[in-house]
C-alpha cells in the first residue's frame, strides 16, 4: 500500500489506496513533491484534482509560500491576458502595473484549474512561460523571472481523443508528468477508508461525529457508482451523519439513491 503523510487539509482522499491505478498516482506525486517541475492532474469532476494539486504543494519544498488558484473556465475571455501574465499601462500618475498569476505565485504553486478550457494560442502562451520560467505582462517591455511551480489540471483524460491533437501537443509541452486520478467507481476497495477519512475529517472540523457506520451502509456505499466521485461520496456521507442524529450511520440514514439501488441489488 502506498501512503501519503495524513493532516493535508481537505486530502483524506490521498491518504492511502489500495487500488493499484490510484496508488501510482500517490507515488508520482511523492516522488516529485520535492522536486519543481510543472505537473498536469487529469480526472473526472469530483476525482479530487484540486486536492492532489495541494497535496503536491504542501508536500513540496515551499509548503508555506503561496498556493493560488485560477478556474481557467470563469475567466472572461476580455480578461485572461490581465489575470494570466498581467499588464502595465501609464496613466496621469505613473505606470500602473497588474501582476499576473505567475507573479502572484512567486515562492509558492500556481494551480490552473480546467486548463483545457483555455483556446490554444493562451495554452501555447502557458507553455512558453513554463519553457522560459519567463512572463512578460501585456504591454510591458521586460520578461519577469517565475519562480513558482505550476500546476494544471484538465476534466477528462489526457488522450488525444479528448483534447484533440493540436491541444494535446500543448498539454505535453505543459508539463510531461501527467497524473491520471481513476474514477471512484473503479477503485471500490478504497470505499471504506474514504469513509472513515470523511468522518475523521468531520470530527477534526467540528469535534462531533456518528458513532460509526454500519457494514451494510458501507456496502451500500460500495455498490453505487457516485457519478460524482470522491466529493459525491464526500456529500453523501456528511449528510448521513447529519441524518443519523450522531448515532451509527445505517443505510437508511444515506440519500435514497445510495440505499434504494443497494435494496435493488
Known sequence: MVTMPKRLPGAFAFEASKNPVMQKALLTMRQIAQTNLSVLIAGEAGTGKEWAAYAIHALGARPQGPFVQLECAAIPAENLDRDIFGYESINWNGVNIKSGAFEEATGGSLLLRGVETLPPAYLLKIARVIEFRAVRRISGEDD???????????????????????????????????????????????????????????????????????PAAVRACEKFAWPGNVRHLKNAVEYASIMSGGEVIMPEHLPAYVHQQSDEN
Do not use: Y
Open 144 to 214: 519577469i523571472p517565475i519562480d513558482a511551480r505550476i500546476i494544471a489540471t484538465i476534466t477528462g483524460n489526457t488522450d488525444a481523443s479528448f483534447t484533440g491533437p493540436a491541444t494535446r501537443g500543448i498539454l505535453d509541452r505543459i508539463s510531461p508528468i501527467q497524473i491520471e486520478l481513476p474514477a471512484l467507481r473503479n477503485r471500490p476497495e478504497d470505499i471504506p477508508m474514504l469513509i472513515e477519512g470523511v468522518l475523521e475529517e468531520l470530527r477534526d472540523r467540528t469535534g462531533a461525529s456518528p458513532k460509526g457506520i454500519s
